[in-house]
DNA sequence: ATAAGATTTCAGAAAAATCTGAAAATACAA
DNA sequence: TTGTATTTTCAGATTTTTCTGAAATCTTAT
């Protein structure tokens, strides 16, 4: 097959370019199922990352074949998240869509977003729970104690979970790249899977 | 309310007892379906975790209202997950279920599975992509550039994850505490949450 | 103000996930 | 083995989630 050299894109170029983006697509999808998020949904953020262009509406209804209602429906939520954030071309009474094309800040949104639906409302369950539950006394039977003691390691393991997320993907926090850098350093023997995945093609940002 | 201080249980104790625990119960549970887990899957595990006793197929039933079917594949899941183990007592034909007491040992469980749920599959539908799509050349047009730092910057944000989640989280990692107190040690700022599910009521494990 | 254009809402339709229950398969004790 | 207790499987029922499409609402240029 030919090889492309040109600085703007042939046909050809231009097919396959849309082809790794619905690939793209649709692995960002099915992974949104995983996460509790609507395909959908998640089909628009990878849409509007993957592309880096502000988008409509109509443009998000055609390039995914879904209707106006349901690109209502996640670009709000998409908005909650906030990862991504409209834009307004002048002359245009349209408002368009783009996403956070900062990989790094995208997934402290996405930590952020999980931790408050996942993790914050059992933590308050158990606060609440701990205290309708038997409290332990000087002569507690087993049971009770074995209860508290067992609510306090989740709450302790979570808890800990919540901080750090606050710590580093909160709006003011460290930053994902600080707490990986500490943790890369840490001395650990033998890792699992391979690394491959950190050969980066281009040379990736700072 | 008269406080109870005998080493064995009152029945009004026995009852706030079952009370927290199914409440415990109902709080994991609804946390499962976030998770991609199916609410009974979930309930299982609590119901084993919170009572601490190795328990039938049976007596799961009885407890959670849910068919025997329903256990069996739960059971499954939940043993492929490794947060809980067979039990066998002698002398009795059944099968006993007791879920993994440690909570961080249970994280890592839970993490390290999320990670191959979730996170392997995109990284290896992004090598696929990358291969797929036209690669870089010495005059690429912009378009092509573009796609091919955006599937890197996921990669690498992605993959780090992994390689990190392998690190402290996989069979032979350092352990989450390990890695929490690495980050705890961080130098930061201001944090959102309060911390007061720190203040371990029994004083946790070593 | 008005009207055209754009967005949101939401009831009902469609799709997906979960659960049941009973039949089939399996494991164990005798 | 044989009989019985136990577990697994899976087709269909049920429940939950997601999606559609059109009416209602909102926005903005004139």
Redesign the interface.
Known sequence: MA???????TPA??A??V???D??IA??G??G????ISRTMAEVHALL??T?KPMCTDEIMDRLRVSRGNVSMSVRSLLEWAVIEKVRLPGDRKEYFQAE?D??S??RAIARERIK??V????D??????E???Q?????????????????????????????T???A?????G?Q???K???K?P??????S????K???G??P
Not at 33 to 36: A, F, T
Not at 120 to 123: E, G, K, N, T, V
Not at 188 to 193: D, K, N, Y
Request: charged content about 25%.
């Open positions: 090889r492309n050299s040109k600085a703007s894109s170029v231009k396959q370019l082809e790794a983006q690939r793209f692995s960002w099915r992974m199922s995983v996460w509790g990352y993957i880096g094309q990989v790094w995208m997934l639906r996942e914050d409302p059992l933590l369950a158990l606060d609440e729970i701990g309708l539950a038997p332990i006394g000087s002569h507690s039977p087993e049971d009770v104690v074995a209860l508290q003691r067992r609510l306090d390691g989740v709450r302790e393991g979570f808890g800990l979970i919540t901080t750090l606050h710590k580093f909160g709006p003011r926090g460290a994902l600080t707490a990986a500490l943790l890369a840490a650990v023997g033998r890792i699992g899977r690394t491959k995945h950190l980066s093609r281009t990736a940002r």
